[in-house]
């Protein structure tokens, strides 16, 4: 695969930590069943067996610290894997494919957080992935806001989740830098507002997209 294929029933979401993403992919989800299509939710990293023991190597914090190369090339190795076993079978039956986080992130994570290349990132994304979703709704909260209500939730935060917001602050401004360059797929959401507010625009964009069709 070299060159980059947009999938007209693929859907992702993007956003920093507590954004709400898992909240609105279940408004997404119910708004498609109602209208009699089939959906496959997933999420990254993981969505396969195998991917799913990726993201426990990638997470898990009792792990030596991944230098970065290790961490992007394992993003993609489980994104490999989850495009294929996943994401274009679903495709190919005509399922609708929504994933929570797609190759955005490894811009946003490996790219802004890291400083790894970009021009890496899009050559994996090139010759790895092959595959770009149709639209991306990026869920956009300020850092610490976001922190905030995951805080309260996790525990035993993982690998990532241990970053300062240095480093969370630089991926969502590559996560906004990502939407202003490609405004045709990517909607940005204020997901500051409350539950419902978020889930209606997101609900909205993906029936406008649908009825384009
Ligand atoms: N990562 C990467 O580095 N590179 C890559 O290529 C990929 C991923 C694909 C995945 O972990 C980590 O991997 C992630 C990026 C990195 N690390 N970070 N950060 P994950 O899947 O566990 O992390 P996440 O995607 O950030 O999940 P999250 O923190 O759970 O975010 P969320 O799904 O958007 O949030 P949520 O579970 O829907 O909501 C979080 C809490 O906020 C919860 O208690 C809700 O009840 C509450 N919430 C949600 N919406 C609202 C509103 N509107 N108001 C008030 N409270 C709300």
Redesign the pocket.
Same mark, same amino acid.
């Given at each position: 695969m070299t060159t980059l294929q947009t999938k007209s029933r693929f859907i992702t979401l993007e956003?920093? %930590?507590?954004?709400?993403? $898992?909240?609105v992919i279940t408004a997404l989800r119910d708004a498609l069943e109602t209208a009699g299509e089939n959906v496959v939710c997933t /999420?990254?990293?993981g969505g396969t067996p195998l991917a799913e023991e990726i993201r426990s190597l990638?997470?898990d914090p009792q792990h030596e610290a991944a230098a970065p190369h290790t %961490?992007l090339l394992l993003?993609f190795a489980a994104?490999a894997q989850h495009v294929r076993q996943t994401i274009l079978p679903a495709l190919e039956r005509g399922a609708w494919v929504i994933s929570? /986080?797609?190759?955005d $992130? $490894?811009y946003a994570?490996?790219g802004g957080?890291r400083g790894l290349d970009a021009a890496l990132i899009a050559e994996l994304e090139r010759q790895v992935v092959g595959i770009v979703p149709a639209m991306t709704l990026l869920?956009d909260i300020d850092v610490h806001e976001g922190r905030v209500?995951?805080n309260?939730?996790d525990l035993w935060p993982?690998r990532? %989740?241990r970053e300062q917001e240095d480093f969370?602050a630089r991926a969502r401004g590559v996560f906004l830098l990502r939407a202003q360059a490609e405004p045709d797929r990517f909607r940005v959401i204020d997901?500051a507002?409350? /539950?419902e507010q978020?889930a209606a625009d997101a609900v909205a964009h993906l029936l406008a997209l649908r009825a384009s069709r």
């Open positions: 956003g920093g %930590e507590g954004a709400g993403k $898992s909240t /999420r990254e990293p990638l997470l %961490e993003m994104r929570d /986080r797609f190759t $992130s $490894s994570y490996q957080g869920l209500r995951t309260t939730r993982d990532i %989740e969370f997901a507002r409350p /539950r978020v």
